[in-house]
């Protein structure tokens, strides 16, 4: 069963996420140049995919669809239960790649990949879209 109070509250902080990113409006990598932008959007988009990390951790212990191994696993589980088609498992799951980056290798993080990050945002979105379908 999904603890949708859970769910609701890792919703919430996804779309809080997502309108702080458009408040900086950055349109190039020219926008991040200043270093307390270049910071702040790091650790809001490091923030948002840890968040869709849990939002679909929470789905796959909701639906009891096993115990994922890594967080790539996640989006698979959720493929294979449908939930996801493999588009969006193979989206989310680059994302985890940058997360991974943000969280590991962030001495190697510039501009560029931080827009890569931000180009994507549709992706999330469309996640929560599914998310939200499957709870009704």
């Known amino acids: 069963m999904h603890d949708r109070e859970r769910i609701s509250v890792i919703l919430a902080d996804i779309d809080r996420y997502c309108a702080d990113l458009k408040e900086f409006q950055i349109r190039s990598t020219d926008d991040l140049h200043d270093k307390k932008t270049y910071y702040a959007v790091s650790m809001v988009l490091f923030s948002l995919l840890n968040r869709v990390i849990d939002l679909g951790s929470e789905m796959v212990m909701g639906a009891a669809l096993g115990t994922p191994a890594t967080y790539r696993d996640i989006f698979r589980l959720l493929e294979n239960d449908g939930i996801i088609d493999r588009e969006l498992n193979r989206a989310l799951s680059s994302l985890v790649y940058y997360r991974n980056l943000l969280s590991h290798e962030y001495h190697t993080f510039d ?19 599914q998310v939200r379908a499957a709870l009704r």
Do not use: G, K
Not at 112 to 128: A, G, H, K, N
């Open 111 to 129: 501009e560029s990949d931080l827009m890569e990050i931000l180009t994507r945002l549709p992706q999330i979105s469309y996640f929560v879209q």
